[in-house]
């Protein structure tokens, strides 16, 4: 569902105009400026300075234009609009008690979360509201995606949040969640805001393309991913989710056919973000260690590195993955020995695939890669690298525009941040 304050919005009040007189423009030659350009009902703003109406019936550009080749004027332009820096959409988090979708979602709106508002206002302002026009593939246990026998769709997720998918476990058309993980990931990507339902979506224009790889135990082997990487690739998607990881002994002898389809994404022009690891190791499980991957690892509600998140030399970026900081003396973000910050909320089902909230318990790189995921979309949304960029082009763009919180070997090039990375870049 896409807000209504989505829509086209002015940046200025129609029909008016502010015009600054040079200091040698008389009274009379204010009331010719007046006469021949079509303006009129002037409100002084300051001693030179004139608020006016549009008389004519001319747009306000074309009014502004005339009025900046008279010898009169020293300066005239549209009555600009200003707004709240980012929108916040109305969603209830967790019921009309609480404060909003920002009681829960440390994620997307607080210290250290991942700027949305922002960057939600950045593509409403390029006509392109929450990632619109972008699919983004969700590899995956599935998504809670349609009704279907026993199964639902997730309240916060609309029949037209989705392309056609495929379930690989099964070997049928209907990817459907046995487990809440995937539905949970496609949440944080792309589910509806500004509904009045439950919490936000980070892309939550943007398609979602349920492909299931994942058994209902959350497991899938390398064949059956790859397949799912490949479907992905020839049915449109622009991202790929990668929310797993294989054990940290494999080595890339030990998936050569993952490692094929990852390089076949690439050349056909696919970003794949995958989640680093939950072992709290010091190097990267695969898929996320493969080259043309981008690498996630996850950061606390306190902007530390989780103690869970695997790490390394390796590691691209960082993103909100909830839970317990790490113990690195010496960074003052992290405290191990406090109360934990918060968990990663998306609405997913409950005990049952028919009935749906948000569980708490939900904290891990696997929560994190799909902030990057969501971000690349409203990147490639906004345009600001052009109508197809590369996932090579992507990728050093959100580096580049990362929030840097340490060594490199912790965070990567830093904290992904939305807002900057959908900026529009400044004139030249």
């Not at 607080?110 to 619109?132: C, E, K, S, T």
């Not at 009935?355 to 902030?371: K, N, Q």
Request: with cysteine.
């Amino acid at each position: 569902m896409l807000p209504a304050s989505a829509q086209a919005t002015t940046s200025h009040v129609p029909g008016e105009v502010i015009v600054t007189y040079r200091k040698s423009a008389d009274r009379a030659d204010r009331a010719a400026v007046q006469r021949r350009t079509g303006v009129g009902q002037p409100k002084v703003i300051a001693a030179r300075t004139r608020l006016m109406r549009i008389r004519d019936g001319r747009s306000v550009a074309a009014t502004v234009a005339e009025l900046r080749a008279r010898p009169e004027v020293a300066a005239a332009a549209p009555n600009a609009i200003a707004r709240i820096s980012g929108w916040v959409p109305r969603d209830p988090g967790r019921g009309t008690l609480a404060s909003g979708w920002q009681s829960v979602q440390w994620n997307f709106a607080g210290p250290f979360g991942v700027n949305a508002p922002d960057a939600w206002q950045n593509l409403i302002n390029a006509g392109r509201p929450g990632g619109r026009g972008v699919t983004v593939a969700v590899l995956d246990t599935g998504v809670a995606y349609a009704r279907r026998g026993r199964f639902r769709r997730s309240p916060d997720f609309s029949a037209g949040d989705f392309v056609t998918g495929y379930d690989f476990v099964d070997n049928d058309r209907y990817p459907n969640d046995e487990n809440g993980h995937g539905t949970h990931v496609a949440g944080t990507i792309g589910e509806s805001t500004d509904n009045d339902v439950g919490v936000t979506g980070l892309a939550y224009g943007a398609k979602i393309m349920p492909v299931r790889v994942l058994d209902q135990l959350g497991s899938g082997d390398s064949v059956t991913i790859s397949a799912g990487i490949r479907y992905a690739v020839k049915r449109g998607a622009q991202i790929i989710n990668l929310s797993f990881e294989f054990d940290g002994s494999t080595t890339k002898r030990d998936v050569p056919d993952l490692l094929a389809a990852l390089r076949y994404a690439n050349r056909h022009g696919v970003l794949v973000v995958g989640a680093s690891g939950n072992s709290g190791a010091s190097s990267l499980a695969y898929p996320a260690r493969a080259p043309t991957v981008l690498s996630v690892g996850a950061v606390t509600e306190h902007g530390c590195e989780a103690d869970y998140s695997n790490s390394g030399g390796d590691l691209d970026v960082v993103a909100p993955g909830g839970g317990p900081d790490a113990d690195l003396p010496g960074d003052p973000n992290c405290h191990p020995t406090e109360p934990q910050g918060g968990d990663i909320y998306q609405i997913t089902f409950v005990g049952s695939v028919r009935r749906f909230g948000l569980p708490r318990e939900f904290v891990g790189t696997s929560m994190a890669a799909p902030h990057v995921s969501g971000t690349a979309a409203l990147v490639i949304a906004s345009g600001v690298l052009g109508p197809k960029p590369s996932p090579a082009a992507i990728e050093a763009h959100l580096k580049a525009t990362a929030r840097p919180l340490g060594p490199v070997t912790s965070y990567g090039a830093g904290l992904i941040d939305a807002a900057r990375a959908t900026a529009p870049a400044p004139p030249t």
